[in-house]
C-alpha cells in the first residue's frame, strides 16, 4: 500500500441526446418591487337629482287628480327648482334632474287644465242641482172672489208759480203765461186811482181779442182770458190813471166749488166745478152789474142782473171754470 494519493478516474459526462428537453433555467430572483394598485372611489350621488325627480313625480300624481291639481303646483315648482340646481351644480345623474325639469312644467299646466274643468263641472252640477229642486209653492186658499184691484191714486199735478207785473199808468204789456202759451189764462189784478181803469187782452198781432176789466177809481179782482183755443194772448194793453200790478196764475190755483156748501167772495173773482149738474142757489148786494159765466162744454150765461139778486139757476156738470162779475158781495151755495 502505498501512501501517494490516488486520483480517481474522471468519469465521462452523460450526453444528452438531442432529443431530451433542455433542463429548466434557473428562476430569476424577484428584483422588481411590485407597483402599488390605486383604487378610484366612485362619486358620491347627489340628493338633488332624486328629490327633482321625485317632485316632479308627485306634480304629475296631484295635477291629474281633480281637486288635488289646485296644490300641484308646490311640487312641480321644487321639481324645476331642485332640478336647475342641479343641473348647475353638474351632479351625477343628470337625467334624474332633466326628469324634474321637463315634468315640472307640464305637470304645472295639468294642473291649470284639470283645476278649470273641476270648476266648470262644479258649476254646472250646482246648476242642475238647483234646477232639479221642486219650487217651494206657497199654496193659497182660492178666494171665493177675486179682489178688486186698488185703483191708481190720481197724480197730483203742482201748479206753476205765479208771474207778477206792476207799473203805472198806461202799458202795453207783454205776458207770458205760467202754464204755457195755449194754456188757460188766470189774472189777479188791482189799480190805485180815480178815473178810467181798462184792461184789453191783446193776440200775437196786438190785435184787442177782449175787454177784461173797465172799472172807474180802485179796482181788485181776478178774471179769466185765453179761453178759445189757439187764441194765444200775448200781451195787456192797460189804460190806467195810477199804479196797477198783475199777477199771472196757473188755472191749478183756482178756488174748487163744493156740493152742499156756500162758496163766498167779493167782487170778480174764478172759481172751478167738477161735479155733477145740479141746482144753485145764488145771492149778490151791490149797485152794478152782477154776470155768473159757466165755461164747460159749452158756454152758459147763468146770472145776468144789475145790483142786488136773489135767486135759484141751474148749474151746468163740471168741469167747467166760472166767471163770476160782481162789484159787491156774493155768494154761490150748490145743492
Do not use: C
Given at each position: ?32 418591487v411590485a ?37 300641484a303646483?308646490?311640487?312641480?315648482l ?29 305637470a304645472?299646466l ?34 171665493s172672489?177675486a ?13 206753476a208759480?205765479?208771474v ?7 202799458t ?8 204755457g ?10 189799480h ?23 172799472e ?9 182770458f ?5 187764441e ?23 178756488r ?7 162758496t163766498?167772495?167779493?167782487?170778480d ?9 145740479t ?17 164747460g ?6 146770472v ?24 159787491g ?7
Amino acid at each position: 500500500m502505498s501512501d501517494t494519493p490516488t486520483t480517481p478516474d474522471p468519469q465521462p459526462e452523460p450526453q444528452q441526446s438531442a432529443s431530451a428537453p433542455p433542463p429548466p433555467a434557473p428562476e430569476q430572483a424577484e428584483t422588481a418591487v411590485a407597483a402599488p394598485t390605486i383604487a378610484v372611489a366612485p362619486k358620491p350621488r347627489s340628493a338633488l337629482t332624486m328629490w327633482a325627480m321625485i317632485a316632479g313625480i308627485v306634480a304629475m300624481v296631484t295635477a291629474i287628480i281633480p281637486g288635488l291639481s289646485f296644490i300641484a303646483w308646490m311640487p312641480a315648482l321644487a321639481a324645476i327648482v331642485l332640478g336647475v340646481i342641479a343641473l348647475v351644480k353638474k351632479t351625477p345623474r343628470r337625467g334624474q334632474a332633466l326628469s324634474g325639469v321637463v315634468l315640472g312644467p307640464i305637470a304645472w299646466l295639468v294642473a291649470i287644465i284639470v283645476s278649470i274643468g273641476f270648476i266648470a263641472g262644479l258649476g254646472t252640477r250646482v246648476d242642475e242641482v238647483v234646477a232639479d229642486e221642486p219650487a217651494v209653492v206657497d199654496e193659497q186658499p182660492e178666494p171665493s172672489e177675486a179682489a178688486p184691484e186698488p185703483e191708481p191714486e190720481p197724480e197730483v199735478v203742482e201748479p206753476a208759480p205765479d208771474v207778477v207785473y206792476s207799473g203805472t199808468g198806461d202799458t202795453i204789456l207783454q205776458i207770458e203765461l205760467p202754464a204755457g202759451p195755449d194754456s188757460i189764462g188766470i189774472a189777479t189784478m188791482t189799480h190805485n186811482g180815480r178815473s178810467n181803469f181798462a184792461v184789453w187782452s191783446l193776440n200775437a198781432n196786438l190785435e184787442q181779442s177782449g175787454l177784461l176789466v173797465n172799472e172807474i177809481g180802485n179796482y181788485s179782482g181776478t178774471v179769466p182770458f185765453n179761453l178759445e183755443f189757439g187764441e194765444q194772448i200775448t200781451a195787456f194793453e192797460i189804460s190806467a190813471d195810477g199804479a196797477w200790478t198783475v199777477t199771472l196764475r196757473d188755472v191749478l190755483s183756482v178756488r174748487e166749488l163744493p156740493q152742499g156748501a156756500a162758496t163766498t167772495g167779493t167782487g170778480d173773482d174764478v172759481l172751478v166745478y167738477r161735479a155733477d149738474a145740479t141746482v144753485a142757489d145764488i145771492a149778490h148786494t151791490g149797485s152794478s152789474n152782477f154776470a155768473i159765466w159757466s165755461y164747460g162744454d159749452r158756454s152758459d150765461l147763468l146770472v145776468n142782473e144789475i145790483g142786488n139778486y136773489t135767486g135759484q139757476v141751474r148749474w151746468q156738470a163740471g168741469p167747467a171754470l166760472i166767471q163770476v162779475s160782481a162789484d159787491g158781495a156774493w155768494s154761490i151755495t150748490l145743492q
